[in-house]
């Protein structure tokens, strides 16, 4: 394993919420990271050592911004790949691999990765023609082989009635899953392959949106089902030999399997609650990661729950939150909001933390939050 070296600079294709918590995150160690994004009002701008808007999708854009730098990981999966090939071949450490994140890209070679390992996940077929010829799949889940995020690239199919409003383009249709619960891995893994393991969190969608709305840590599935789903994120991780984070969503069916869903090569949706309730937040562990650094410890300090911060249906435009005094007067809520200013139906504003020695106090805390706190928009324009 090689020193602690401060001085190495990292380049961030994307700067969101979650470039924002990892620089948060990573400010006591005053390393050089440098963000990339197309918006001079990105969450991390402010925070960055050194900003550059930029197109990130953008072949050229990449290859010059990353030319000083000694480290290049990514915010968000879609970026330019061949860029990143070409840092690679010149040299430079790019985690995730641009090789795993082709494949984590596509859905489709998801699947395949999965299914040519003996990875448990639902069936599944990989589409390009008319949806009528697979009515015999049907009810199944649609999804864009590229390019979906936050609930974008999916659509139900569950009778010929819905293929008039299916999704356009390749797409990869998943048999539908009559699962119990939906839960998450993130395990972390350095050069040195080395791992390490998140505390298995549960999650509850908001239905219409198809996002977390809600996050349980820790979960309350059986140790065996936990240690079935440790050891898949620790399996899929090394197959692909990632450095950096993994995050693994799965389904825990009626009958008790526990099937791969999806995965993230970043830090995801389904750590935030780490910034406070582990002794690494998953923002750190993915930067010791890339820096082959010892991986922290991930051990709960506390139950926690999370709360997505979901702009509210009906509203689009500056941004307002409400109720937010509420969550304040409360021991053990911590509040993170993303610095966008401007709410749409559905988009990711923010997130409450709440924690409690007694998990089914923090639900009941956080499910009483949920009646106060808005984001909605001040003018409601559209």
Known sequence: MSAVNLTTKIAVLGGGQLGRMMLQEVSRYHLNIAILDPSLEAPAAALAYQFEQGDFKDYDTVIQFCAD????????????????????????????????????????????????????TAPFRLVEGDLADHVDFFPCMQKSRT???????????????DIDNALPGPSMLEKWVEFEKEIAVIVARNETGETAVFPLVEMEFNTEANLVELLFCPSQVSSDIQQKAERLAIQIANEMGIVGLLAVEMFVTKQGEVLVNEVAPRPHNSGHHTIECCYTSQYEQHVRAILNWPLGSTELIQPAVMINLLGAKSHAGKAHYEGLEEALKHPGVYVHLYGKSKTAPYRKMGHVTVMNPSLEEAKQVARELMNHIQVVSVDNSK
């Open 69 to 120: 730098a000694d480290v290049v990981t990514i915010e968000i999966e879609h970026v330019n790949l061949e860029a990143l090939k070409e840092l690679e071949r010149q040299g430079k450490k790019v985690f995730p691999q641009p090789a795993i994140l082709e494949i984590i890209k596509d859905k489709g070679l998801q699947k395949q990765f999965y299914q040519e390992r003996g990875i448990p």
């Open 147 to 161: 390019g979906g995020y936050d609930g974008k690239g999916v659509y139900p199919l569950k009778s010929v009635g």
